[in-house]
Each structure stands twice: as structure tokens, then as C-alpha cells.
Nanobody, 116 residues
Framework: QVQLVESGGGLVQPGGSLRLSCLVS????????MAWYRQAPGNQREWVAT???????DYINSVKGRFAVSRDNAKNTVYLQLNTLQPEDTAVYYC??????????WGQGTQVTVSS
């Protein structure tokens, strides 16, 4: 059974940084393009960043130059470095496979709150 466990969120002031982690159990993530998503209150879940099996990355325009996705296949973990955080980055952050037709069961996510 596949399980996703996101961690690393918290309350941070505007301009601050956080590093999110997503530990995957039950599957070898080296075979999959992985992605980070977020859901702000009242909004639908949106895609934020992707890292492919060859470590190519892509980002939603609003986070380009501020966020960085990485992976450690040996640890079966995907990371998201969040820099220069802004209030509009406030959301619950999730990771999953990029492929929307074959995604793993969603984890609980990790809350990121950006506020002064």
C-alpha cells in the first residue's frame, strides 16, 4: 500500500523560507515523475512543481525563481524548497505522481502559512 507523508510546513513571515519533504512508502519513486500541489482555502488544488525521472523541473509561473523541487530516490523522498514566501503562498501542500490518471492515494499534506 502506497503512503505519502508530507512534512516541513509551518508559520513563516513574508520573505521567509521553508523546506517541505514528502516521504513515499510502498513504491519506488525513481520510476515516476513526481509533483507538488497546493490547495488554498476556498480554492481547488493546483499544480505547483514537477520533477521528472531525469530530474528535469518545471514550475507554475507564480513560484518560478522562488521554489525549487528536488528528489532523493535513495530515500524515496521528494523535496520542495520555498524561498521568498508571500502571503499568497499560504496553502496546504501535497505531493503525488504527476500523472493525474494514476496518482497515489493523497497524503494529509503540510500547512504553509505566510503571515506577519
Amino acid at each position: 500500500q502506497v503512503q505519502l507523508v508530507e512534512s516541513g510546513g509551518g508559520l513563516v513571515q513574508p520573505g521567509g523560507s521553508l523546506r517541505l519533504s514528502c516521504l513515499v512508502s510502498g513504491r519506488d519513486i525513481s520510476m515516476y515523475a513526481m509533483a507538488w500541489y497546493r490547495q488554498a482555502p476556498g480554492n481547488q488544488r493546483e499544480w505547483v512543481a514537477t520533477i521528472t525521472t531525469s530530474d528535469s523541473t518545471d514550475y507554475i509561473n507564480s513560484v518560478k525563481g522562488r521554489f525549487a523541487v528536488s528528489r532523493d530516490n535513495a530515500k524515496n523522498t521528494v523535496y520542495l524548497q520555498l524561498n521568498t514566501l508571500q502571503p499568497e503562498d499560504t496553502a496546504v501542500y501535497y505531493c503525488n505522481r504527476l500523472d493525474s490518471f494514476f496518482q497515489f492515494p493523497w497524503g494529509q499534506g503540510t500547512q504553509v502559512t505566510v503571515s506577519s
